[in-house]
């Protein structure tokens, strides 16, 4: 029986533990791998670490053997690491390129495979489908311990996590930040960020920062239906006014106000366009995956910058901002890169340049928010994420792709986009939009209103009209 074809979606390889995220084909992905980086360069470096998920050091070291067995060096991390210490580390230290081992927001029973460019952002799209050819369908590993190719100077042990510290003081003015009358909480849900937050903010009130490889059964997504243990704490702790949570690698964001309202990665976007542009003086095109609210196209008409959509996948954006000026590039899951920092989601910096904002101004989370709605207008986005039988899922992409739903009940439509999954832009003013997930078996459901209740209803109709 021929393996399992091992493809790379919208964000890495990933698949449930055990099942087929095996050390098998951890070694198989590495072969590939290694045989991309023989062809490529001449002597590769390849930086390896992984985050807190069950069974990562293991599929770390499974890796490292492959790739130094295959004559690439390896910069191996000691302890779980964030996706961003990767990408920096990859720059840093001049590596060919980086792995991490994460399923990142996925639900306790996944892990993952995430390939890290040159330029300390994800791989190109192009060299990622290069990587995935390359995947043996057999391959039998050597069997040298970690020891063995350390002794033969193909296996090196770096500390990303105070490369990765250092590299923050010198951004941040944490002197300032941890003497500020505005005090975060922060909730890891008990992924790789917790020891750098313990450090660089160490009066921060923490949730969820110990070591738990199953999460406690919740899958790491900043959402707010999984953070209300931070949006309570936020709620009623007077002295607490924004709450920061990131996911299980901390490339992704969540935040909150003072009053414990959930703030999404829209408005996330939109305060840090505000920021840089407006207090900072920054300019530079802003780049954002296609599910993201059209306000930011609004706010960037009004300020006179540039703005770009992309397919969904942060490596797309990456990619943009290797090679051109950016200033904020983003998702509406929550990976958000920003001017000055590397080409790479990062949901610590981003909440450290947030916190940053509110100090600097001595205004709340809600005060800025006001400030951009007078300029795009108050809207609310929900999303419901549909597990349903696949063949109906390919069914109600289908219908949308072959544009068959004429309205959505009371919501009628006047333009439809389809750049990544099929977007319906309201008479209304907002939007909906339908897309099979490309690393769960999920249909995600998208939609924009000018209110919570209305928001709520336009999703109800959707859901009644297209299952």
């Given at each position: 029986m021929m393996p399992e074809k091992i493809k790379f979606g919208t964000d890495g390889w990933r698949a449930i533990i055990a099942q087929d995220f095996t050390v098998h084909n951890v070694e198989r992905v590495a072969k590939g791998q290694a045989n991309w980086l023989l062809q490529k360069f001449e002597s590769?470096?390849?930086?390896?670490?992984?985050?807190?998920?069950?069974?990562?050091?293991?599929?770390?070291?499974?890796?490292?053997?492959?790739?130094?067995?295959?004559?690439?060096?390896?910069?191996?991390?000691?302890?779980?690491?964030?996706?961003?210490?990767?990408?920096?580390?990859?720059?840093?230290?001049?590596?060919?390129?980086?792995?991490?081992?994460?399923?990142?927001?996925n639900p306790p029973s996944y892990n993952g495979y995430k390939l890290k460019g040159a330029h300390g952002g994800p791989s190109s799209p192009v060299d990622i489908a290069a990587v995935e050819a390359l995947i043996p369908n057999e391959f039998e590993a050597t069997k040298e311990t970690l020891a063995f190719w350390e002794e033969k100077g193909m296996l090196q042990y770096i500390n990303l996590e105070d490369m990765y510290v250092e590299y923050m003081k010198e951004k941040f003015d944490f002197i300032a930040l941890n003497n500020a009358p505005y005090k975060l909480a922060y909730d890891a849900m008990f992924g790789a960020g917790q020891n750098v937050i313990r450090r660089l903010l160490p009066k921060t009130t923490l949730i969820h920062c110990d070591e738990n490889p199953g999460f406690h059964g919740q899958a790491p997504e900043p959402l707010d239906r999984n953070l209300q243990t931070l949006a309570q704490t936020v709620a009623t702790t007077p002295e607490i006014k924004i709450g920061l949570a990131t996911d299980g690698d901390a490339d992704r964001i969540g935040l909150y106000d003072e009053d414990g309202n959930f703030v999404?990665?829209?408005?996330?976007?939109?305060?840090?366009?505000?920021?840089?542009?407006?207090?900072?003086?920054?300019?530079?095109?802003?780049?954002?995956?296609?599910?993201?609210?059209?306000?930011?196209?609004?706010?960037?008409?009004?300020?006179?910058?540039?703005?770009?959509?992309?397919?969904?996948?942060?490596?797309?954006?990456?990619?943009?901002?290797?090679?051109?000026?950016?200033?904020?590039?983003?998702?509406?899951?929550?990976?958000?890169?920003?001017?000055?920092?590397?080409?790479?989601?990062?949901?610590?910096?981003?909440?450290?340049?947030?916190?940053e904002f509110m100090i600097k101004t001595g205004k709340t989370l809600k005060e800025l928010l006001d400030e951009v709605y007078a300029l795009v207008g108050y809207f609310v986005y929900e999303r419901n994420d549909l597990n349903i039988d696949n063949d109906i899922k390919n069914k109600i992409i289908q219908k949308a792709q072959n544009r068959e739903y004429t309205s959505f009940g009371k919501y009628t439509f006047n333009r439809i986009e389809t750049i990544d999954g099929v977007k319906y832009h309201l008479d209304n003013g907002g939007w909906i939009m339908l897309r099979a997930s490309g690393t769960e078996p999920l249909l995600r459901i998208y939609a924009e209103g000018n209110s919570r209740e209305e928001t709520l209803d336009i999703l109800e109709d959707v859901k009644k009209t297209i299952l």
């Open positions: 590769p470096v390849v930086v390896v670490g992984h985050d807190c998920r069950f069974g990562g050091e293991l599929f770390a070291a499974a890796a490292a053997k492959v790739l130094c067995s295959n004559g690439v060096k390896v910069l191996l991390a000691k302890g779980f690491i964030s996706t961003p210490m990767i990408s920096l580390g990859v720059l840093l230290m001049k590596a060919q390129q980086g792995v991490v081992i994460t399923a990142s927001h999404d990665a829209h408005n996330i976007i939109l305060l840090l366009i505000h920021y840089l542009h407006k207090y900072k003086g920054m300019t530079g095109k802003v780049v954002i995956a296609f599910s993201v609210t059209d306000r930011v196209k609004r706010l960037c008409e009004i300020y006179g910058l540039p703005v770009e959509v992309t397919a969904i996948g942060f490596k797309y954006i990456s990619e943009i901002m290797v090679h051109e000026d950016v200033l904020v590039g983003g998702e509406e899951s929550g990976g958000i890169a920003v001017k000055g920092h590397i080409p790479e989601r990062d949901g610590i910096y981003d909440g450290l340049a947030l916190y």
